[in-house]
């Protein structure tokens, strides 16, 4: 069939298309327990141990809705911007394979969680609003595990453990038009359920994962062309791979005078091509009709509220005030709202201190530098934040020297000691006392005779070697300005 073996559309094609991309994102909410029964969702338990008649769909065992389930959904829709419905709807979405013994999905339909959303996202400093369709809960299947090659040997394991844990599926409009502003869309929709504690959107584990659909017009047109979806995306480099090679291969079809059909892709990231894999023309009918097994589900507003208030500051909400309010750059923002722990470290030393500016250059240089040395999580950091932030208002407020202050971190990250004990121990508090400098200060003007005469001379730039020699007296610790000034003074100018 023409669709395995495509030819790609040349760049200069390409740009007289438009693509069109939609996605839905299927999020493992973080509970403990599945959706229905009490089984333990957690990962890497030998094969079908954490089962139930429940998860197990065996005849009349009946399914009970997780409270905890249905609390991280409502707070995943409100970090994405959407609309709860007062009342939502469980529904079966019939369809027979291995891994699901019950022969349907308990899903979403026509009454779903939340809806009427929207992500804001930036791609080269362009920033745009993605919006979301809907947002609904739905149970895990189980997992098809495949084994062998050839024929006489291949097996197939279904592994049942999954089965009922408690998903979200995010659906967006079709908004997006690169890979790039998938990627962002996706990123940002990680952060925000990361942030809030919704799920932790461990790509590795299967914890997120992302369908693309995608479709190319002709620039100028207003019909949306017919999209193919691209399955299981599960990492953000296959996500824009992908998409990039589905616009190639439209584009390349539509202008030798095919026509896309409408089907399931599946991305093969060795080939680093999309496959077909089933014709959404011969699609399931998956004969949805409302749970007669659960309740319709019902929000109301004050258990709305109590959800929304109990939620922590949205990525995007902190960045925004960490610019307004400690005058970060937008860059240093970015970096320290990428995830929550980065971000409340930072706060941490940001109080401590009082200086917000060097609290955040020093968490993104030394603190990082410190931990990526060491291949350590902020979560593990040897040097706390309310260390680094006692570390950071002794600089601040000059009675360190920079230089100093490096050196005393890395004694903090060696040995857990508080600087202050450390500056102790070593006599390493920094001189400001004009009393001892003022011998000192006199000692160099007397040892460098020729470099006074000069500076008297009118060269002026010599200031900084004699500073220089004052610093290297008092091993550093003498400060800079208060030496520049007793200087100044006693050189008469
Ligand atoms: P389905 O249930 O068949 O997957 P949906 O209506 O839920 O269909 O749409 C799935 C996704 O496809 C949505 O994210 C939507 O934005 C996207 N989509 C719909 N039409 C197009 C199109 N012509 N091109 C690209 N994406 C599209
Ligand atoms: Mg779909
Ligand atoms: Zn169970």
């Known amino acids: 069939m023409s669709s395995s073996v495509s030819a790609l559309a040349r760049p200069e094609a390409i740009t007289r298309y ?53 609390e ?59 919006g979301v369709t809907r947002v609904h809960m739905e149970d895990d299947a189980g997992k098809s595990v495949h084994e062998g090659f050839r024929d006489s040997e291949r097996y197939s394991y279904v592994d049942l453990n999954r089965c009922g844990t408690p998903l979200i599926e995010i ?9 790039d502003e998938a990627y962002a869309y996706l990123a940002e929709v990680k952060q925000a359920l990361q942030f809030i504690g919704v799920s932790t959107c461990d790509m590795e584990k299967g914890h997120l994962r992302c369908d693309a659909n995608v479709s190319v017009r002709l620039k100028g047109a207003e019909k949306l062309g017919t999209r193919a979806e691209i399955k299981n995306l599960n990492s953000f480099r296959f996500l824009k791979e992908a ?5 190639a291969r439209q584009v390349a079809l539509v202008e030798s005078g095919g026509r896309v059909i409408q089907e399931t892709r599946l991305y093969d990231p060795d080939a680093g091509e999309t496959v ?21 589900l019902c929000v109301d507003e004050a258990w709305l509220n109590r959800l929304t208030a109990a939620m922590p500051e949205l990525p995007a909400r902190k960045r925004a005030r960490f610019i307004s309010d400690y005058g970060l750059r937008e860059y240093d923002a970015d970096v320290l709202t990428a995830a929550r722990p980065i971000s409340e470290f930072f706060e941490t030393v940001a109080s401590v201190s009082g200086d917000p500016k060097t609290a955040a250059n020093w968490v993104m240089g030394d603190l990082m530098g410190l931990l990526k040395s060491e291949g350590k999580e902020i979560t ?34 060696a040995t857990g000691q508080p600087a202050a004990s450390i500056i102790e ?16 200060a006199a000692d160099v003007i007397a040892n460098n005779a020729k470099q006074v005469e000069q500076y008297k001379g009118g060269k ?34």
């Open 171 to 179: 659906v967006s409009e079709p908004d997006m038009r690169s890979s």
């Open 276 to 296: 077909g894999m089933r014709s959404k023309e011969h699609a399931h009918d998956y004969r949805y009709f409302p749970e007669p097994d659960l309740l319709p």
């Open 18 to 70: 438009e693509p069109v991309i939609g996605l839905e994102v299927h999020v493992q909410l973080a509970t403990a327990t599945k959706i229905f029964c009490s089984c333990p969702t957690s990962f890497g338990a030998p094969p079908n141990t954490n089962v139930c008649p429940v998860c197990l769909g065996l005849p009349g065992a009946l399914p009970v809705l997780s409270r905890d389930a249905v």
């Open 425 to 440: 121990k070593e006599g390493l508090k920094q001189i400001s006392d004009t009393g001892a400098l003022e011998t000192i």
């Open 243 to 247: 998409i990039e090679y589905e616009i």
């Open 72 to 130: 991280l959904a409502i707070q995943g829709s409100v970090a994405l911007n959407c609309s709860v419905r007062p009342q939502s709807r469980f529904a079966r979405k019939n369809y027979f394979y291995p891994d699901l013994p019950k022969g349907y999905q308990i899903s979403m339909y026509d009454e779903p969680l939340a809806e009427h959303g929207w992500v804001d996202i930036v791609v080269d400093g362009v920033a745009k609003r993605i």
């Open 460 to 493: 002026t730039t010599v200031l900084n070697f004699l500073v220089g020699q004052v610093m290297k007296a008092t091993r550093g610790q003498a400060n800079v300005g208060v030496v520049t000034e007793l200087l100044k003074q006693k050189l008469g100018s």
């Open 380 to 413: 593990e950091s040897p040097v706390s934040a309310e260390r680094l932030g006692e570390l950071v208002g002794l600089l601040s407020k000059g009675e360190i020297s920079g230089k100093l202050a490096k050196d005393i971190f890395a004694k903090m990250a």
